[in-house]
């Protein structure tokens, strides 16, 4: 491997989104990432079910290029292979409560008697400061608690992200401050613990509206997928689908304005700045609407395009595996995996870099594929790990 993080080793001990995927995008960048999990597998691997034995897409996808072993870690051999494995890896990444690290040997004081610079990438749905600090929790709860569901809904009726950003959201930012923590001991000698939360990335994300509220007390709702600090910023149904605009800054209103024949609103004072535009979007989406429903798909997208103005279709999944751009784009690799009949488009890692490829995809690791390979690795016989089996360790 000649990835930019070659010689680094990971322990991914990560449970669902957030930690393997931090761990993910390493082992995309020529770490050596190892997810350990018990022997019986652990329930992450079957969330979104899609192969014949059950397992998910989310650990197809978030298991690319890693190596996997079990192992029980609540057992006393399991307890001292992980301090053997510790001595070896540069990062551990758990996602697990504080009480749940200390229980199984992973919190930070433990891991620094196998090593002492060790690096711990830990994370929770709330931080470890503050009332609800021993509290669990989801993606869906962060978006709650960080007011997004509120504005991204109706009035009194909420909406949340299909897609899980705060899971993807926090794993990426801890991923980032576990590459600091790199450099920062690269440079001292000295590990730490990094530590992120699904409601720290939430707040983050959605820091400019609870800033706008704690200084004008405006008291936003939501308003569906119009947007409320420009316009037009919306869907829009158009005589075969749906399409999305949006229009920020005061070159690109003009553009839209002559476009659909309003050049007329140039100069009035409703819309003379992006604020405005969202303040009164209501009216400059219906008219859009009207523009769009005389319109097919494809000719409203093409018009929109060859003038500048940003859109894009509005696409189901299958229309998304179809679309054009998505097959052309090199975003996906197409991997083969056991008890699933067809190849399947996991996603690339999302960063290009100039001088240093990212590797091919490998495909997720079966069920402690790599169990026998990297105990042999710690120097444990065919006989040693044939007993470990026995007693259930591995």
Not at 75 to 81: A, N, V
Not at 248 to 265: D, M, Q
Not at 279 to 289: L, P, Y
């Amino acid at each position: 491997m000649s990835g930019l993080l070659n010689g680094i080793r990971v322990l991914d001990f990560g449970r669902y989104i957030a930690g393997p995927y931090c761990a993910t995008l390493l082992a995309d960048l020529g770490a050596d990432v190892i997810r350990i999990e018990k022997p019986d597998g652990g329930e992450d691997r079957y969330t979104v079910p899609i192969s014949d034995q059950g397992e998910g897409a989310y650990y197809i996808q978030l298991g690319r290029n890693k190596r996997a072993m079990t192992l029980n870690p609540r057992s006393e051999q399991g307890q001292k292979i992980i301090q053997q494995l510790v001595a070896t890896a540069d990062v551990v990444v758990a996602n697990l409560p504080a009480q749940a690290l200390v229980k199984l040997g992973l919190d930070y004081a433990n891991l620094c008697k196998a090593k002492s610079d060790i690096i711990l990438t830990t994370g929770s749905a709330f931080g470890a400061v503050g009332p609800y600090a021993q509290r669990g929790g989801f993606d869906t709860v962060a978006q709650a608690m960080s007011g997004a569901m509120y504005l991204s809904g109706e009035p009194q009726q909420p909406a949340k992200s299909f897609a899980p950003y705060c899971d993807f959201g926090t794993a990426a930012l801890c991923a980032f401050g576990t590459l600091a923590a790199i450099m920062h001991r690269n440079l001292t000698g000295e590990g730490q613990v990094v530590e992120g939360s699904l409601l720290s990335t939430a707040l983050n994300f959605n820091n400019a509206a609870l800033m706008e509220e704690a200084a004008l007390n405006l008291g936003r709702q939501g308003t569906g997928t119009r947007g409320q600090y420009n316009g037009p910023t919306d869907s829009f149904k158009t005589q075969d689908g749906w399409v999305t605009v949006q229009v920020v800054g005061a070159g690109l209103y003009k553009r839209w304005a002559n476009l659909i024949g309003e050049a007329k609103w140039h100069d009035d004072k409703r819309f003379e700045s992006d604020q405005l535009r969202g303040d009164h979007g209501s009216e400059i989406s219906q008219r859009m609407n009207e523009w769009c429903q005389e319109r097919t798909n494809s000719q409203v997208v093409e018009t929109l395009t060859n003038a500048g103005i940003p859109c894009g279709e509005l696409l189901s999944p299958q229309q998304v595996l179809q679309n054009e751009h998505v097959q052309q784009g090199e975003f996906f690799s197409k991997l083969k995996y056991p008890g699933v009949e067809q190849a399947i488009p996991v996603a690339n890692h999302p960063v290009r870099y100039s001088s240093v490829p990212v590797e091919a995809v490998s495909p997720a690791p079966s069920l402690g594929q790599h169990t026998t390979e990297i105990l042999a690795e710690l120097g444990y016989s065919n006989e040693q790990q044939a007993e470990l089996a026995k007693l259930g360790v591995i």
